[in-house]
């Protein structure tokens, strides 16, 4: 029914280029045989020494034991994907993108590693590392909030531009940007997996940061489920400028219960309109294509 993204959008090759065809220099043993001089647009040997980490990196921590697995799958295999670099000086290079390959290959006891030589300003190469650690690494919700802000202010991209370099529709990338918004305490429980974003984005339900930090207290302390912790904040959240009838129909009370249920079942913002007559609507809300696609295989349609 719709038409989903896949990948990176545009792709990394409308931002990088297209990649030459060339044969990838043997270095499973850690060895080189006269590494030929680096050419830019090629694949080529370089020494690790000269080259240097980006400064640009968003992930600023990596899995020492995912490290080390990935050095012996290198020890045993070589390095399958080359990273890449720009030239910053004579045989000096900085990383672009394949920093964790990078790190890994020091551990495996490599002298060279094979690396795409590509030219880049700061910007270009800021931009190309975030979308390529966005796209290819595992980073947990909040980094990827950072770096969707950091490509906004330091690239200076909107929300729909950066949703196309990142293949996401902008409803997720405000999603994410929204969780920027909390405060540190919650942040820090994102980033290190105590909670997950599903508990972050219903937190965000609440505008009182008193608020916010006991429901996040509360779902710490008692294991609360997403579901709950909409529940929580459901609970807790006032009544819309006092739009709720004085004098409440037979049918309100009942419209209210079914009303919930529904957000239960679909896990989202559902509002029953009924009037009345016995006329109304029900409308079901979603934030971005992911989300439809989810609504509509639950509402199990052919």
Same mark, same amino acid.
Request: aromatic share 6%; proline share 4%.
């Given at each position: 029914?719709?038409?989903?993204?896949?990948?990176?959008? =545009?792709?990394? +090759?409308?931002?990088?280029?297209? $990649?030459? %065809?060339?044969?990838?220099? +043997?270095?499973?043993?850690?060895?080189?045989?006269?590494?030929? =001089?680096?050419?830019?647009?090629?694949?080529?040997?370089?020494?690790?020494?000269?080259?240097?980490?980006?400064?640009?990196?968003?992930? $600023?921590?990596?899995?020492?034991? &995912?490290?080390?697995?990935?050095?012996?799958?290198?020890?045993?295999?070589?390095?399958?994907?080359?990273?890449?670099?720009? !030239?910053?000086?004579?045989? #000096?290079?900085?990383?672009?993108?394949? /920093?964790?390959?990078? =790190?890994?290959?020091?551990?495996?006891?490599?002298?060279?590693?094979? &690396?795409?030589?590509?030219?880049?300003?700061?910007?270009?190469?800021? /931009?190309?590392?975030?979308?390529?650690?966005?796209?290819?690494?595992?980073?947990?919700?909040?980094?990827?909030?950072?770096?969707? @802000?950091?490509?906004? /202010?330091?690239?200076?991209?909107?929300?729909?531009?950066?949703?196309?370099?990142?293949?996401?529709?902008?409803? $997720?990338? $405000?999603?994410?940007?929204?969780?920027?918004?909390?405060?540190?305490?919650?942040?820090?429980?994102?980033?290190?997996?105590?909670?997950?974003?599903?508990?972050?984005?219903?937190?965000?339900?609440?505008?009182?940061?008193?608020?916010?930090? !006991?429901?996040?207290?509360?779902?710490?302390?008692?294991?609360?489920?997403?579901?709950?912790?909409? %529940?929580?904040?459901?609970?807790?959240?006032? !009544?819309?400028?006092?739009?709720?009838?004085?004098?409440?129909?037979?049918?309100?009370?009942?419209? !209210?219960?079914? @009303?919930? #249920?529904?957000?239960?079942?679909?896990?989202?913002?559902?509002?029953?309109?009924?009037?009345?007559?016995?006329?109304?609507?029900?409308?079901?809300?979603?934030?971005?294509?992911?989300?439809?696609? #989810?609504?509509?295989?639950?509402?199990?349609?052919?």
């Amino acid at each position: 029914m719709s038409t989903k993204k896949s990948g990176l959008g =545009k792709g990394l +090759s409308a931002i990088l280029g297209d $990649t030459p %065809d060339t044969t990838i220099p +043997s270095t499973t043993n850690g060895s080189s045989i006269d590494a030929p =001089k680096a050419m830019v647009g090629s694949v080529s040997s370089i020494a690790l020494n000269q080259i240097e980490a980006n400064p640009f990196q968003p992930r $600023t921590e990596f899995d020492e034991g &995912a490290l080390n697995e990935l050095a012996e799958s290198i020890r045993q295999q070589g390095i399958i994907q080359p990273i890449t670099v720009r !030239k910053v000086a004579d045989n #000096r290079y900085q990383i672009i993108s394949g /920093e964790r390959r990078f =790190k890994a290959s020091k551990l495996a006891g490599l002298t060279v590693v094979p &690396a795409y030589v590509r030219t880049a300003n700061d910007q270009a190469m800021l /931009e190309m590392a975030l979308v390529e650690n966005i796209q290819r690494e595992n980073l947990n919700a909040l980094e990827i909030a950072i770096s969707y @802000q950091r490509l906004i /202010e330091e690239c200076s991209l909107t929300q729909e531009q950066l949703g196309d370099r990142v293949g996401k529709d902008r409803s $997720t990338v $405000t999603n994410y940007l929204r969780l920027l918004k909390l405060p540190p305490q919650v942040q820090f429980a994102i980033r290190d997996g105590k909670i997950s974003m599903g508990h972050a984005r219903a937190i965000l339900g609440v505008d009182d940061i008193a608020m916010q930090l !006991k429901i996040f207290n509360d779902v710490l302390t008692e294991d609360l489920s997403v579901r709950r912790t909409e %529940d929580l904040v459901r609970s807790a959240s006032p !009544k819309k400028n006092g739009k709720e009838p004085k004098n409440k129909p037979n049918w309100y009370v009942e419209i !209210k219960n079914i @009303q919930e #249920r529904l957000e239960h079942r679909y896990e989202t913002k559902v509002e029953v309109r009924h009037k009345d007559n016995g006329s109304g609507q029900v409308v079901i809300n979603y934030y971005s294509t992911d989300d439809f696609n #989810r609504l509509i295989e639950l509402l199990d349609f052919d």
